[in-house]
């Protein structure tokens, strides 16, 4: 004798009502806020499933993510406006992963052997210095928001020609800052291994790198035009950039200063 076939509340041609917003569903989702039909009683076991799920989804695409910034990174992009998003971890939230690991790493590992030295000096532009360093440490997803967007201005501004929207300039420059995070950990052990001789340097050698990957990534993503002239107007951007964060940074120490 055969079983007759378990009824669900999500097969074809039978509908239930979503417990989330209330429409009329008979799919395995929700056509209107796109929660999942079959919703049921937690378990332990749901939840260890979920985490592992998140997890792995998690670990997956900020790897390939990763990996396509390393090894080319304009065409990334360009694909990713396009459309070539599913494998890829989001922008925003994959330069607030790195810039919270990055601003950890600094503020456990090196700043803490630099503090007396930085912030000695209470009535000079150096204990302001001090103190502003201290902040961007301990706010390091905040300061990379700022270049990101100074960036975004700039880069709107030199490559408007290129029909691009101030959107899609804000996901190419988040990328580009995600880049160069990832380039940034990667040289963070010369740093903790050389110390304090290395670790001044380490502003310097970072604006290079910046400039070095901006013209490699604006290179690849302005594909349309001559390298050349690409390269060109990326150095025109980094010098703009550089000049309005350090505006910024004057600034601030400026505020800080009066307290």
């Given at each position: 004798?055969?079983?007759?076939?378990?009824?669900?509340?999500?097969?074809?041609?039978?509908?239930?009502?979503?417990?989330?917003?209330?429409?009329?569903?008979?799919?395995?989702?929700?056509?209107?806020?796109?929660?999942?039909?079959?919703?049921?009683?937690?378990t332990m076991h749901f939840i260890l499933h979920d985490l592992q799920h998140g997890l792995i989804h998690f670990d997956k695409g900020v790897l390939y993510t990763t990996k396509q910034l390393?090894?080319?990174?304009?065409?990334?992009?360009?694909?990713?406006?396009?459309?070539?998003?599913?494998?890829?971890?989001?922008?925003?939230?994959?330069?607030?992963?790195?810039?919270?690991?990055y601003g950890l790493l600094w503020h456990y590992l090196i700043f803490d052997h630099l503090h007396a030295s930085l912030i000695e000096p209470k009535d000079d532009i150096t204990g302001a210095?001090?103190?502003?360093?201290?902040?961007?440490?301990?706010?390091?997803?905040?300061?990379?928001?700022?270049?990101?967007?100074?960036?975004?201005?700039?880069?709107?501004?030199?490559?408007?020609?290129?029909?691009?929207?101030?959107?899609?300039?804000?996901?190419?420059?988040?990328?580009?800052?995600?880049?160069?995070?990832?380039?940034?950990?990667?040289?963070?052990?010369?740093?903790?291994?050389?110390?304090?001789?290395?670790?001044?340097?380490?502003?310097?050698?970072?604006?290079?790198?910046?400039?070095?990957?901006?013209?490699?990534?604006?290179?690849?993503?302005?594909?349309?035009?001559?390298?050349?002239?690409?390269?060109?107007?990326?150095?025109?951007?980094?010098?703009?950039?550089?000049?309005?964060?350090?505006?910024?940074?004057?600034?601030?120490?400026?505020?800080?200063?009066?307290?």
């Amino acid at each position: 004798m055969v079983k007759p076939i378990k009824e669900t509340a999500h097969k074809k041609n039978a509908t239930i009502t979503c417990k989330n917003c209330g429409n009329k569903v008979s799919d395995n989702f929700c056509s209107s806020c796109g929660q999942r039909a079959d919703t049921h009683k937690l378990t332990m076991h749901f939840i260890l499933h979920d985490l592992q799920h998140g997890l792995i989804h998690f670990d997956k695409g900020v790897l390939y993510t990763t990996k396509q910034l390393l090894t080319r990174p304009g065409h990334t992009i360009r694909e990713f406006l396009e459309g070539k998003r599913a494998r890829h971890f989001q922008p925003l939230s994959f330069v607030i992963v790195l810039a919270t690991f990055y601003g950890l790493l600094w503020h456990y590992l090196i700043f803490d052997h630099l503090h007396a030295s930085l912030i000695e000096p209470k009535d000079d532009i150096t204990g302001a210095s001090g103190k502003i360093v201290t902040w961007i440490t301990e706010h390091f997803a905040f300061d990379g928001l700022i270049l990101i967007i100074t960036s975004t201005l700039v880069s709107y501004v030199i490559f408007k020609k290129r029909k691009y929207n101030l959107a899609e300039h804000l996901v190419l420059n988040t990328y580009l800052m995600g880049l160069f995070l990832i380039v940034s950990l990667l040289v963070f052990p010369i740093v903790y291994i050389f110390g304090n001789a290395a670790t001044l340097q380490y502003g310097i050698v970072q604006q290079g790198f910046l400039l070095v990957l901006m013209c490699w990534c604006y290179a690849q993503f302005f594909n349309n035009s001559s390298k050349g002239k690409i390269i060109s107007l990326a150095f025109i951007a980094f010098f703009i950039t550089s000049l309005l964060n350090s505006a910024i940074g004057y600034f601030a120490s400026w505020i800080v200063r009066q307290f």
